[in-house]
C-alpha cells in the first residue's frame, strides 16, 4: 500500500476523525455526543432534529435520541417546539452546551485546517464534500449539505444569503442558509 492509495486515505481520514474526537484530559462526553453537541451547533433549524442527526452520524433513530437525550439530561440541549410544525420537536444548544464547545476535541482539527491556504482548503473541502456525497449514494444514504450549493435553495434576491426552500416550503435566514441541512440536494 503506498501514501496515494484509496485505502492508505481512507485510514488517514478515519484516524483524523477518531483522533479529532478523542480527549485525554477527562471529559465524560463520548465521541457520539461531541458530534452530537457539533451537529445541533451547525446544522439549520429544520436539522435540528433526532432523525436528522441519526442520519447524519450514520446510526438508528434509538441510538441517536439516546445521545441526544443524555445531552438534554446533562443541560447542553434543550427540547424546543418546531416552528413550522407544532406537533414536531427541534433540539437547541443551550448556554452550557456553547459553552462546552470551546472545548471540543475537533477545535485541534480546525486550527490544523486553517493552517491550508485558502486553495488548498477549498480544493480539500471540494474533494470531501464528493467524497461525502459518492459514500453516501452508494450506501443510498440522505446526502448532507448547506443550501448555498442546494437544488432547492432559491436565493432572495431583496435579502443577500437568503431565500427560500422549495423542498420544505421554508423561508430561510442568511444563517440557516450556510448550516448543514438533511434536505439537501447538490444542484
Not at 452546551?97 to 470551546?102: D, S, W
Not at 477549498?122 to 450506501?139: G, K, M
Not at 448555498?148 to 430561510?172: I, K, M, R, V, W
Request: proline share 5%; glycine share 6%.
Amino acid at each position: 500500500m503506498n501514501s496515494h492509495s484509496p485505502d492508505f486515505i481512507a485510514d488517514m481520514l478515519i484516524h483524523l476523525g477518531r483522533a479529532a474526537s478523542a480527549r485525554p484530559d477527562g471529559y465524560s462526553l463520548s465521541p457520539a455526543q461531541w458530534s452530537a453537541l457539533r451537529f445541533f451547533a451547525h446544522s439549520n433549524r429544520l436539522s435540528r432534529t433526532p432523525s436528522a442527526f441519526a442520519s447524519f452520524q450514520n446510526t438508528t433513530r434509538g441510538t441517536a435520541s439516546q445521545t441526544v437525550k443524555s445531552l438534554v439530561t446533562a443541560g447542553y440541549l434543550e427540547r424546543c417546539q418546531a416552528q413550522k410544525d407544532r406537533r414536531s420537536v427541534e433540539f437547541a444548544l443551550t448556554n452550557a452546551g456553547r459553552a462546552l464547545l470551546t472545548d471540543d476535541p475537533a477545535v485541534s482539527l480546525s486550527r490544523s485546517i486553517d493552517g491550508l491556504s485558502g486553495t488548498e482548503r477549498e480544493d480539500f473541502c471540494r474533494t470531501l464534500l464528493a467524497l461525502s456525497h459518492n459514500l453516501d449514494q452508494v450506501r443510498q444514504a440522505p446526502v448532507f449539505g448547506s443550501c448555498e450549493t442546494c437544488g432547492f435553495f432559491q436565493p432572495d434576491a431583496n435579502s443577500p444569503g437568503s431565500g427560500h426552500c422549495a423542498a420544505t416550503g421554508t423561508q430561510l435566514t442568511a444563517d440557516d442558509t450556510g448550516r448543514l441541512c438533511c434536505q439537501f440536494t447538490p444542484a
